[in-house]
């Protein structure tokens, strides 16, 4: 839990430096500010799409479909956002001009979709060694200094997630790394790396999508890998 908690104040941390850095800031920087995010966490999107293998293309799409038709059921990204505000109401009452829940969303999203958040919890829990999610904790203190002086202290709040998620896999490694394959491995971070360049997608404002609503794909990917031996065209 030690390197999972480090890494949980390296983002608040790289936050408060963001948040520093946007005062005093015209709405023409925000701008500039926003771009750059987006363009970071797409270009870092499309590096985790590439961990896909290309015969499992199906696999991308059957999770995709499936996990975003199911969070849109449950709307998920309408819960989390909700969570956000509650948040917002209970600890940044006067940070009404910035985007809090958007920010968590977003954050959380990033930090914890990609292999190095689940590895790193594996590898510290199953054999003491911290140096992956250490090595994650200054990655994503940096990106949170970019995130927070974008969208505000939303992205500090993301260590929490952080906390909750990575903690979990440390805790439970040794019951689950018996499950967790190299392709499964791949699997869930092509499937992070779809949602990431989702979230670039809405920083660019190319296009207001819900990623939230697309979380389920990662479980979806989890079953479909499971089930590749007995469906091989998967």
């Known amino acids: 839990m030690l390197a999972t908690i480090i890494n949980a104040l390296a983002i608040?941390?790289?936050s408060i430096i963001?948040?520093?850095?946007?005062?005093?800031?015209s709405k023409r920087y925000e701008l500039a500010i926003f771009t750059a995010a987006g363009m970071v966490a797409t270009i870092i999107g499309i590096q985790m799409a590439m961990a896909l293998k290309s015969e499992h293309i199906l696999t991308l799409a059957i999770a995709l479909i499936g996990g975003g038709l199911l969070g849109t059921f449950l709307d998920i990204e309408g819960g989390i956002l909700r969570f956000g505000e509650f948040l917002k109401s209970r600890f940044a009452k006067g940070d009404d001009e910035s985007p809090f829940a958007f920010g968590f969303l977003s954050s959380s999203v990033l930090f914890c979709?990609?292999?190095?958040?689940?590895?790193?919890?594996?590898r510290a829990g199953t054999e003491g060694d911290f140096s992956p999610l250490l090595t994650k904790s200054v990655l994503d203190g940096f990106i949170s200094i970019l995130f927070a002086s974008?969208?505000?202290?939303?992205v500090a709040f993301s260590a929490l997630s952080v906390l909750v998620y990575q903690g979990l896999l440390t805790l439970i490694s040794v019951w689950v790394k018996p499950w967790v394959s190299d392709l499964m491995l791949a699997e869930l971070t092509g499937i992070g790396?779809?949602?990431v360049v989702m979230i670039g997608i809405n920083l660019l404002d190319l296009k207001k999508l819900k990623t939230g609503d697309f979380l389920p794909a990662l479980f979806f990917a989890v079953?479909?890998?499971?089930?590749?031996?007995?469906?091989?065209?998967?």
């Open 12 to 14: 608040v941390a790289g």
């Open 18 to 25: 963001g948040l520093l850095l946007k005062k005093g800031l």
């Open 113 to 122: 979709s990609g292999a190095m958040a689940i590895v790193g919890s594996f």
């Open 150 to 154: 974008a969208m505000g202290v939303g």
């Open 193 to 195: 790396g779809a949602l």
């Open 223 to 234: 079953i479909l890998v499971l089930l590749m031996p007995l469906a091989p065209f998967l």
